[in-house]
């Protein structure tokens, strides 16, 4: 069974807003949520890895709170084509800020 690790780094930039360090706060609460979310659909990964392979991931969500994959940048093929497959359109929490993009970056453990 291929273990996956998912790390997740963002940061924001409060911009010019009446109170910045709310927006900060759903910021990081949007992240935190797309983190868990994105950790937990590709669990239990069918790819069989000889190396440990690193992605990053840049993803929309929608109006309809679906994850939408814009691109997975990856040298090898078959771990992008699950992280689509396990993503693309897989609903998220209503708390997660529709219209934003995240990156996240993923770490796919070699097979034992």
Known sequence: ???LVLSITFSSIASADTNPVEEVKKTNSS???ISQRVSKLLEDS???????????VKL??????????????TD???VEAYIKNR?????????VANGKY???PVTMLKTK
Do not use: H, P, R
Request: no cysteine.
């Open 87 to 95: 993503l693309n359109y897989k609903k998220v929490s209503s708390d």
């Open 102 to 104: 995240f990156t996240v």
């Open 46 to 56: 069918y790819v069989q890895l000889n190396v440990d392979t690193k992605a990053t």
């Open 31 to 33: 992240n935190q949520l």
């Open 60 to 73: 929309a969500v929608n109006k309809d709170g679906e994850i939408v994959v814009l691109y997975v940048e």
């Open 1 to 3: 069974m291929l273990l």
């Open 76 to 78: 090898n093929e078959d």
